[in-house]
């Protein structure tokens, strides 16, 4: 079993930032790539951003690339959304995701193993 907790969430202008971090506990997140998620009240969960278990491919949703990034750091079995020039429709509950399947990091919500709690973005205009 794998644990993630997810931190930094918070409430931002629109054009300011945030660093969302997913920690890890129960196993080593080495073996698993990993997505970020968000949800809107009233919608359904969408992808944002995926990385695969070694780092070396990463995925992103249209409306967030050029502007957010996703890391991780194996050592610290921790994965961060680092988000800039946020925007108002970016706000949602953000949620990481962990999987051996390819295809829950590439967007695919309901192939992801292990999820945690959420973490509230709000952005105001």
């Known amino acids: 079993q794998v644990q993630l907790v997810e931190s930094g969430g918070g409430l931002v202008q629109a054009g300011g930032s945030l660093r969302l971090s997913c920690a890890a506990s129960?196993?080593?997140?080495?073996?698993?790539?990993m997505g970020w998620f968000r949800q809107a009240p009233g919608k359904t969960r969408e992808f944002v951003v995926g990385?695969?278990?070694?780092?070396?491919?990463?995925y992103y949703a249209d409306s967030v690339k050029g502007r957010f990034t996703i890391s991780r750091d194996n050592a610290k079995n921790t994965v961060y959304l680092q988000m800039n020039s946020l925007k108002p429709e970016d706000t949602a509950v953000y949620y990481c995701?962990?999987?051996?399947?390819?295809?829950?990091?590439?967007?695919?919500?309901?192939?992801?193993?292990?999820w945690g709690q959420g973490t509230q973005v709000t952005v105001s205009s």
């Open positions: 995701a962990a999987s051996i399947r390819p295809s829950c990091y590439t967007g695919s919500y309901y192939s992801c193993d292990y």
């Open positions: 129960g196993r080593t997140l080495s073996s698993y790539g």
């Open positions: 990385i695969s278990w070694t780092g070396g491919n990463t």
